[in-house]
């Protein structure tokens, strides 16, 4: 077996059970991502500045080309139900809880639906993307180091199986 295939087909599905084991909301600032995606979606256009200067914790004055898309893949979901999470009110205080969103176990169980089929649709969309991003990632290695087909696998490798980029790649985000 040829090893960059095998690397990226490991690396996805990694991305994809790091996707289905995260719970909603959980990947870094996934609700405000995944609110871009939802305006794009109800609203069918881009927001205007007006709009975007109204919250600023909203993501909305972000580059759109990966919302755009994400309001794509997404387009045959019924979204009605798109609306902010509940939100842990422990999170971030000290010795209680790590969750940003208090989650409901019946709600968030498969077979998924709307708002949150949407949710792990765009997930693996972003997997995707950084799936690309391991074939870059070799491809420059390649092209830095010619010579040596073995260290850009090895480079490749190093790059993306890291648990933070795999984590990015299986969240709803543009960082990826």
């Keep these: ?8 087909w490991l690396y996805f599905v990694l991305s994809l059970i790091y996707g289905l084991v995260t719970p909603p909301w959980e990947g870094y600032d ?5 609110d871009f995606v939802c305006f794009i979606r109800q609203n069918q256009r881009l927001p205007t500045n007006v709009e975007k200067q109204a919250d600023p ?7 759109p080309l990966y919302y755009g898309l994400g309001a ?13 999470p509940a939100l842990n009110w422990h999170f971030g205080k000290a010795g209680a809880g790590i969750n940003f969103a208090a989650h409901d176990p019946d709600h968030e169980s498969f077979p998924y639906r709307g708002a949150l089929l949407a949710l792990h649709v ?9 799936g690309l991003g391991v074939l870059f990632v070799y491809r420059l290695a390649k092209l830095t180091i010619p ?30």
């Design 1 to 8: 077996a040829r090893p960059l295939p095998l690397i990226v």
């Design 57 to 63: 914790s909203r993501q909305l004055e972000q580059l």
């Design 147 to 176: 010579d040596h087909p073995r260290w850009a696998l090895l480079a490749t490798a190093l790059a993306i199986f890291q648990p933070q980029y795999i984590f990015l790649a299986s969240s709803v985000s543009n960082d990826i």
């Design 72 to 84: 794509l893949v997404t387009s045959w979901i019924d979204i009605g139900d798109c609306q902010s």
């Design 30 to 34: 996934e609700w405000h991502h995944f």
């Design 122 to 130: 765009t997930r693996v969309f972003s997997s995707i993307l950084g």
